[in-house]
């Protein structure tokens, strides 16, 4: 496994994170088994939501922790709060309410990291920063990121939190790759050119924030995943060459050209499968040659200036 020391913290992160988004219809043996293997592969970070699985996700979770208190120390816990039904909601009343129903679900004292989860228009930074301050104060959060939010929305909120936000959980892959597109078309006429989220990416490594790539081998809601996708002929080809060039599996080629970029991403990766998160971890096994990335790359029929 690969680490990550996030700047000015104590936190050293694992490279790929557990997300627990599809955990809710575990079994709480299962779970358990499953932990125990996360964190025998060096995973130290666990990705939670308030919404997943209407909250059962923290539930089973929780239901380990209390089996297996001893593991919390071992454990970096990350939730996320703001999705409503119909809305977002990142007032103050609803950030604390959440926070204290996650802890409940969870059976801990303390939360690792709070997300907002999905920026809302009606955002108060400054309300949004008191209940943050008083989370922090309080001992039940120690660290603050977003999530799917660009660089704009990031700066109203950092300019009235006291302290610094470390993560932005974005989707991202070799397909869903906007944040690089838009890179290499500066100052070109063409599609890939519009810059849709503020520069982002150079953005987050300016500022030493952290992206989480969500959906890792997804290439759409619609067409899932692109592994052995029809529409995606020519990058599973790419993938299986790599694959046998690098010792891995096509999943694995798919996490390690996310793992290349400098930026230091720390993938999500959402498996309720201990044979898959085995295999998406050697993607740490290996370092992608720049000539692979960008034939990776390249093979999703994108094209360079």
């Keep these: 496994m690969l680490y990550k020391q996030i700047e000015g913290t104590d936190l050293t992160v694992s490279r790929i994170a557990l997300g627990c988004m599809r955990i809710a219809d575990m079994q709480v043996d299962a779970l358990e088994t499953l932990v125990d293997k996360a964190l025998s592969l060096g995973i130290n970070f ?11 996700s923290e539930e089973l979770f ?34 604390l309410e959440s926070v204290e129903n996650s802890l409940e679900r969870l059976q801990c004292g303390y939360i690792d990291v709070l997300l907002l989860h999905r920026p809302d228009a009606l955002m108060d930074p400054k309300e949004v920063a ?19 939010m660009n660089a704009y929305q990031i700066e109203r909120l950092q300019k009235y939190f006291k302290g610094k936000l470390l993560f932005n959980q974005l989707q991202f892959n070799v397909v869903h790759s906007g944040m690089i597109d838009s890179g290499f078309h500066v100052n070109m006429k063409d599609q890939e050119a519009i810059d849709r989220d503020g520069m ?11 992206i989480q790539p969500w959906s890792i081998v997804q290439a759409s809601w619609e067409e899932g995943c692109f592994l052995d996708h029809p529409n995606y002929v020519s990058l599973n080809q790419k993938l299986e060459e790599l694959s046998k060039t690098y010792g891995i ?57």
């Design 46 to 56: 666990f990705d939670h939501a308030d919404i997943y699985g209407g909250g059962k």
């Design 62 to 95: 929780g239901e380990v922790l209390k089996k297996r208190p001893e593991l919390r120390e071992k454990m970096i816990i990350q939730t996320k709060c703001g999705i409503c039904k119909g809305y977002y909601d990142f007032s103050k009343e609803h950030i």
């Design 130 to 148: 008191e209940a943050f301050h008083e989370l922090q104060a309080s001992g039940k959060v120690r660290y603050f990121g977003v999530s799917n």
């Design 200 to 210: 982002l990416l150079d953005y987050c490594q300016l500022h030493d924030i952290t």
């Design 249 to 305: 599996s096509k999943a694995a080629v798919s996490v390690a050209w996310i793992l290349r970029h400098p930026a230091q991403m720390q993938p999500i990766a959402g498996t309720t499968s201990i044979k898959h998160l085995e295999d998406l971890c050697t993607a740490c096994d290996v370092e992608m040659r720049r000539e692979d990335w960008y034939a990776l790359y390249l093979s999703t029929e994108k094209v360079l200036p």
